[in-house]
């Protein structure tokens, strides 16, 4: 299975975008997808996922601002961002969550550059 993030660019603070994570068939049987952000000299954190009992996970930092939504007949998973922050410029990645916690099934891919400008 492969995954392609998109929907990153440039916006001002307090704008809206929407990502997508489009995988290249269902991942129902490997695991659930999550989007993760990096910054240059910062660890890679996660952002927001879907459990296993079908909830979304948000980092404190996003919460009541991002929205996690998935379309499985498309194998897609959304990331909508509304009430951008300068603080949440960076890649945003997706991948599989792995079977213990902190680990990903798949390598990383390139992602989606987010800039939110002040």
């Known amino acids: 299975v492969q995954l392609q993030a998109s929907g990153g660019g440039l916006v001002q603070a307090g704008g809206s975008l929407r990502l997508s994570c489009a995988a290249s068939r269902s991942t129902s049987g490997i695991g659930n997808i999550g989007w993760y952000r990096q910054t240059p000299g910062k660890q890679r954190e996660l952002v927001a996922a879907?459990?296993?009992?079908?909830?979304?996970d948000y980092a404190d930092a996003v919460k009541g601002r991002f929205t996690l939504s998935r379309d499985n007949a498309k194998n897609t998973v959304y990331l909508q961002m509304d009430s951008l922050k300068p603080e949440d410029t960076a890649v945003y990645l997706c991948?599989?969550?792995?079977?213990?916690?902190?680990?990903?099934?798949?390598?990383w891919g390139q992602g989606t550059q987010v800039t939110v400008s002040s």
């Open positions: 991948n599989i969550q792995g079977q213990f916690p902190g680990t990903v099934y798949l390598p």
């Open positions: 879907f459990s296993a009992s079908g909830t979304t």
